[in-house]
């Protein structure tokens, strides 16, 4: 295996994800390249070292500007804020060097249209880390579709709900709550949990037409944790819309933060006129599927355990029956993009494929702000 460099840029929930993938990926997939955990940069020394002596970084940095300068990483991956994608991606390409970032691909539609074209003007290897893309049940879902076990698709509904920031002095800003602070997300749950809804359902369903929305913010002042003090809150707490997809389907997504009870649920259903599929991220080996060709004394809803080799990605793992998780969709995402550079066949979804969710979720917002249907082109 040759080494593939990596130098990280962030250590926060996201920067574990992807650094466990670098690790794991070569014990379980035979590949061209092998991760080489070069280099983690942030800007508080003491705690990049400390990450860096964790998950095994050979060396740090403090300014992402000195690890893009390095002649010995060929990988930045980009696990920052959101409001820093664009500038770490566009200079890393500019640099030569191949660009991995951490969805959304950026804080609005125009500058991600700028990333797509640094990296497609440097022509270098480029993915956004959607991650859902990669569980095996939910990457069963897009074959049987693909196969046409569907037939005609009627209707897709996803919803993602958490209930993390119903407590009000939950503050914006700073570590961990950077996402209730939109100049430093962008937005609130339409660019962190539906855009995790809307890249499957593009992927599964694809392109969408025209949304109309709603949003809210329920909690309308918090705590800053850089200033100390109370600021107005300018991301959307929750957001509902609906969708006309090009392909002529229906469909309804909702996210928010305040569905008490429920810390990930993502779920997803698309109806087609000969099957249904659902998937549930708290069941995320299951597949479930109602195929109306079954003979009609056995025909009900069927739950199927996404374990076997034959399934997607799972050859790589144990034996049949036993599960993976969460943390493997990202080693996949790693598997599929060296499989890419070796294939010269890009892995999915690339900075293009990103920008496409972002057109979406800016058309949510503007819907939201309007009350009108607004176009996703
Ligand atoms: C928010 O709580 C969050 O961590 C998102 O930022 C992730 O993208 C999602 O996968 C889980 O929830």
Redesign the pocket.
């Given at each position: 295996m040759k080494p593939l460099n990596i130098g990280l840029v962030g250590y926060g929930?996201m920067g574990r994800t992807h650094s466990n993938a670098y690790r794991q990926v070569s014990n379980f997939f035979p590949l061209e390249y092998r991760p080489v955990l070069k280099a983690v940069s942030g800007r508080d020394a003491a705690k990049v070292k400390a990450f860096a002596d964790n998950w095994g970084y050979e060396s740090i940095e403090t300014d992402w500007r000195k690890l893009i300068a390095r002649k010995d990483i060929d990988v930045i991956d980009i696990a920052t804020p959101n409001n820093l994608h664009a500038e770490i991606a566009i200079a890393a390409a500019q640099a030569g060097k191949m660009v991995l970032c951490e969805?959304p691909l950026a804080m609005n539609t125009p500058e991600a249209l700028k990333m797509v074209e640094a990296v497609e003007k440097a022509k270098v290897p480029n993915m956004v880390w959607y991650n859902y893309r990669r569980v095996p049940a939910v990457a069963l879902a897009k074959q049987l579709i693909d196969e046409g076990k569907l037939g005609k698709i009627f209707h897709y509904r996803a919803k993602f709900l958490?209930d993390?920031t119903i407590n009000a002095d939950v503050p914006q800003g700073g570590a961990g709550t950077w996402?209730l602070d939109v100049n430093v997300a962008g937005s609130g749950v339409t660019g962190?949990?539906l855009a995790?809804c809307i890249d499957t359902a593009l992927w599964l369903n694809g392109g969408i037409d025209k949304v109309t929305a709603m949003t809210e913010t329920f909690v309308k002042e918090r705590k800053h944790s850089e200033t100390g003090k109370m600021e107005k809150v300018g991301i959307d707490d929750a957001s509902a819309f609906l969708a006309r997809f090009k392909n002529g389907s229906l469909a309804t997504f909702e996210s928010t933060r305040y569905a008490r009870g429920h810390k990930?649920l993502y779920t997803l259903e698309i109806n087609g006129e000969n099957a249904s599929l659902a998937w549930d991220l708290h069941d995320l080996h299951r597949l479930q599927m109602f195929d109306h060709a079954d003979k009609g004394y056995v025909r009900g809803w069927r739950s199927i355990h996404v374990t076997d080799g034959d399934q997607p990605y799972m050859k790589h793992w144990w034996v049949p029956g036993l599960q993976i998780g969460y943390e493997e969709s990202f080693v996949h995402q790693v598997a599929d993009f060296i499989q890419g550079l070796s294939s010269g066949k890009p892995a999915n979804p690339t900075f293009r494929d990103g920008l496409e969710t972002d057109k979406v979720t800016d058309a949510v917002l503007k819907s939201a702000r309007t009350g009108q249907w607004e176009s996703c082109q």
């Open positions: 929930f969805k958490q993390w996402r962190d949990l995790h990930a």
